[in-house]
Every structure is written in C-alpha cells, then in structure tokens.
C-alpha cells in the first residue's frame, strides 16, 4: 500500500523510524572495567527505553519513541561484543593505556588526562581517548620525558 492512501503523518513517522546508525570507530575497542561497566549500563538503559516506547499505544508515536533506543542497543550491543578490556597498568614508570598522566604544556598550562577507551572518554571529566593525537604522544614516555614539538611540546610531570 502507497504512503498516498495512509494518513499523512506516516511517511514523516517512517522517516523519523529509520535511524542511521551510529558510526564504530575502525580503531581497536579497548576499554577500561570503568568503560565497559559504562557500556553495559547504557545497554541496559537503552534497553529500558525501548521497552517504555512499546507500551505506548498509538504505533506512529510508538515508532518514534523506539528509534533511537533501537539504534543505541545496535551500537551498545556491538561495542560490547567487540570490547577488549585492558587491565590497569601494572607499573607508573610509563604512559600506558588507563594511565593518569599529568603533563605541563609550552604555554604554562598543566592538565591531568586518564588515557581510556573512544566510548568513555570525556575530556571535560578528565579523561581522553588513546587514539587522541595528545595521548599517543604520551603513550611510552616515562616522568620528564617531553613529547611533540615547538609550541606543541608537553613534558610529562606525573604518571599515576
């Protein structure tokens, strides 16, 4: 049957109900027991939303309501299934994958990273990808060991 002999809001509901998915980075899906717990609980709410959008009575309201939980179990479910988790590091002699770097930048500024997994990550709440240009450039350095170049240039304070 034709949209044409449907009511009108139904090819705008049909739009709105067929979410692209969200992008999965090509890079490996490492992650710290923080980030997947992290990643489980957004399953599970995603999981919830969905649910709540199927009581809903009236069906193109119902669509619309179940889109992005659908979307959101796709990608939480597939992160999870590819998740490698990575225990903490064992030593603070060097930068590693989960470690708390404090570096010093060539303007003065000093800021504190955690290095975790693309899903956690959260520079506001202090913490940064390991694909991020800044922690690959820290990834192996050890306390004083100064990374990048010209005005770009941070020297590492602390590991932790």
Known sequence: MS?????????????????PDRPISPHPNLVTQTGLRALEAQLGQAREAY???????????????????????RYFGERLRTAQLVADPASIETVAFGSTVTFSRADGRVQTYR??????????AGSISFVAPVAKSLMGKAVGDVAGSGS????????G
């Open 115 to 124: 290095i975790v997994g693309e899903d956690e990550a959260d520079p506001k």
């Open 51 to 73: 649910e709540a959008a199927q009581q809903i009575e009236d069906v193109n309201e119902r669509r619309r309501q179940s889109a992005v939980p659908l979307r959101d179990i």
């Open 3 to 19: 949209v044409a002999f449907t009511k009108e809001e139904s090819a705008e509901t049909a739009s709105e109900t067929l979410l």
């Open 152 to 159: 770009q240039e941070i020297e590492i304070l602390s590991i």
